[in-house]
């Protein structure tokens, strides 16, 4: 079919500000989500990941919060730095789908000096 | 450790050529799968390999194959490329439990192709 161009939401945060990122997933099934980074010219880079039995997980400066009733994922960043500027991904996994992840569409964050 | 690595970075082809791409995944990493990232679609799973097995299979036409190497090194291959097949594709392995659990996957930083 015809593909469509992908329009990414912007968030804009002032440096040292905390930042959220939130990402709706498709599938109640499934199991395992992950968290990912991508700079311009680089592939995804892991950020962080929660299973389905979890509703928080926290890693260095990130969080990750699970709804799984309305089936919603968010990232919140403590203290946002010019670094973080990238297009930040939430990818889905059904277990019995193997390592197939379902990506959402992403979110530009720009960091402002 | 070194990271997933894909060769090659960049490559320009024509229409109705064939093109096949390379993935090291991390040392000891099995399992290898493979991306298409374009502004259109996104990223989107092509397929995933392990243990020289293909697991899982995407969306996407047949022209779109793969396989993988006793050293788990991967390689995909397009045929009859055609305009819309211009993307980034990205690499990605992970360990692979034998238990079945979830593992995360590493991400190479992918090869362009560019079809004209």
């Known amino acids: 079919g015809e593909s469509v161009g992908l329009h990414l939401p912007t968030l804009s945060v002032q440096e040292g500000d905390n930042s959220i990122i939130n990402c709706a997933y498709s599938?109640?099934?499934?199991?395992?989500f992950i968290w990912y980074k991508q700079e311009s010219g680089k592939g995804p880079q892991f950020i962080i990941d929660?299973?389905?039995?979890?509703d928080k997980r926290q890693g260095q400066r990130v969080t990750v919060l699970l709804n799984k009733t309305v089936k919603h994922l968010s990232l919140q960043i403590a203290a946002t730095q010019p670094g973080d500027s990238a297009v930040y991904f939430c990818?889905?996994?059904?277990?019995?789908?193997?390592?197939?992840?379902?990506f959402g569409a992403g979110t530009i964050l720009r960091v402002k000096s | 450790k070194a990271g997933v690595t894909q060769t090659p970075r960049y490559l320009i082809k024509t229409r109705g050529q064939q093109v096949t791409l390379s993935c090291s995944p991390i040392?000891?990493?099995?399992?290898v799968s493979w991306y298409q990232q374009t502004p259109g679609q996104g990223l989107q799973f092509l397929f995933e390999?392990?243990?020289?097995?293909?697991?899982n299979k995407g969306n996407f036409p047949g022209r779109f194959s793969g396989r993988q190497f006793s050293n788990s090194r991967s390689e995909m291959n397009v045929s009859t490329l055609e305009l819309g097949d211009s993307a980034l594709y990205l690499c990605?392995?992970?360990?692979?439990?034998?238990?079945?659990?979830?593992?995360?996957?590493?991400f190479g930083p992918g090869t362009r192709l560019l079809v004209l």
């Open positions: 040392s000891g990493h099995r399992s």
């Open positions: 990818a889905e996994n059904v277990m019995e789908y193997g390592n197939k992840l379902v």
């Open positions: 390999y392990f243990s020289e097995t293909q697991r």
């Open positions: 990605a392995s992970s360990l692979l439990s034998l238990a079945g659990g979830k593992e995360t996957q590493y």
């Open positions: 929660i299973r389905s039995n979890m």
């Open positions: 599938n109640s099934a499934s199991d395992y």
